[in-house]
């Protein structure tokens, strides 16, 4: 939470105020929810899309892009279609995006990844997981049913929409001149990504880019006391000539916006800067030494190259994935008599205390304030 607020407090306010009547006399945006997904999600993807169609797409009739590495048989098809009245395509991801590059020898990439599993490194052994994190991290804003598109709006399987959207996210964002949208920032698993910083560091500092304000939300100073950690023995698939140490006295604080959920730009992605951004940490071989993820690579990008003002934090959707979720503030779950749980999930008690503070000192009326009809 208080990492939220550096971006929220100053820079970006909430789009809607209140409950409207859904404004569907715009033109819709140039954008598409896109889905990655496999056959047997096929039940989690449904409940994903009753969903998101009953708080949101009923009215507004955004097409959906549905991707795969393997082939969505004809069930899938047939019912996912029956579920929108709104266009939808399915795409197939190729080898180019996914699986192993031809620069990094399998073998090597593979022990890297079944270290993992037995270091119970979470989703460290599923090679699966390391393919979909990259395809998600470098490639599927190249896949050819996005080229037409200017948006998108990320959809996972078994996630929940709370409350109604009663306006276009697409076009405000348009209007506010915004380039990437969460609704959940939380902490990334140490472990999955010992040195990921090191690289989104050095791409920072080898070509001398400023931060512009939204660095700071993901780097804390580093303890001066603490001697610096010994630099890793090389690894095989490693970038040989980054320096370990000069990071500028800072460390990654862990903080990254949640992915599974984000309303994005795609020319923020296509641009020479992340393709850089991305050539560089895919060399470095960490997904596959390690497990990065591609909310902590989107995250740290964007820290590098955007500002607070170009983030947009969707306070006023409920929203929620697994075990975390975020309820807006005006929502009847937040209303007495309080359920711990129904704000964000987790089990740290310090961190839900530091939630519940968080959104006692939020200066926006809580009642009809943002959001609208949770249920
Ligand atoms: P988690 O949210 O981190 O637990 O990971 P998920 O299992 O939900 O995976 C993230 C997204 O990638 C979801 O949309 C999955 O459907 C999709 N996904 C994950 N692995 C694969 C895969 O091997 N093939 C395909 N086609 N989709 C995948
Ligand atoms: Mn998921």
Redesign the pocket.
């Known amino acids: 939470p208080p990492a939220i607020r550096k971006i929220s407090e100053k820079h970006d306010k909430v789009f809607v105020t209140g409950c409207l009547e859904p404004d569907t006399s715009q033109p819709r945006a140039n954008a598409a929810f896109v889905?990655?997904?496999?056959n047997k999600?096929l039940d989690?993807?449904i409940q994903s899309m009753k969903s998101i169609e009953r708080h949101f797409n009923r009215w507004y009739n955004y097409p959906y892009v549905f991707?795969?590495?393997?082939d969505f048989n004809q069930t899938f098809m047939d019912t996912v279609k029956n579920y929108t009245s709104a266009t939808v395509e399915f795409g197939k991801?190729g080898p180019e995006m996914?699986g192993y590059p031809d620069w990094i020898d399998p073998k090597v990439a593979k022990e890297g990844v079944n270290k993992q599993g037995d270091n119970a490194i979470m989703?460290g052994g599923?090679e699966?997981?390391h393919?979909?994190c990259r395809?998600?991290s470098g490639f599927f804003y190249k896949h050819e049913l996005l080229a037409k598109y200017e948006w998108y709006w990320?959809?996972?399987?078994?996630i929940k929409y709370f409350c109604d959207i009663t306006y276009d996210p697409f076009l405000k964002m348009i209007e506010q001149n915004k380039t990437y949208g969460f609704t959940i920032a939380v902490k990334e698993l140490r472990e999955t990504v010992p040195n990921i910083f090191r690289y989104a560091a050095a791409y920072k500092r080898l070509n001398n880019i400023e931060s512009q304000g939204l660095w700071e939300m993901f780097t804390e100073p580093k303890p001066e006391k603490k001697e610096p950690p010994k630099p890793e023995k090389p690894k095989p698939a490693r970038l040989p000539d980054v320096d370990p140490e000069g990071m500028e006295g800072e460390e990654y604080n862990m903080c990254h916006f949640w992915s599974?959920f984000e309303i994005a730009r795609l020319d923020f992605f296509r641009s020479k800067e992340y393709e850089d951004f991305f050539q560089m940490m895919d060399r470095s071989g960490g997904f596959w030494m390690e497990r990065w993820?591609d909310a902590p690579i989107h995250s740290l990008a964007a820290g590098v190259l955007l500002a607070p003002r170009d983030i947009h934090y969707f306070r006023d959707f409920g929203y929620r994935?697994?075990t975390i979720q975020h309820c807006p503030a005006n929502a009847p779950t937040r209303q007495l008599p309080r359920q711990p749980f129904l704000e964000k999930t987790t089990t740290n008690e310090r961190e839900r205390r530091e939630e519940d503070e968080y959104w006692e000192s939020w200066d926006e009326p809580k009642e009809n304030g943002v959001g609208c009809r949770c249920r």
Do not use: K, Q
């Not at 991707?67 to 393997?70: A, R, S, V």
């Not at 990320?154 to 078994?158: A, F, G, K, S």
């Open positions: 889905v990655l997904a496999r999600e989690g993807v991707l795969n590495d393997g991801v996914w989703y599923m699966s997981y393919f979909m395809f998600y990320r959809l996972e399987p078994e599974n993820g994935h697994t």
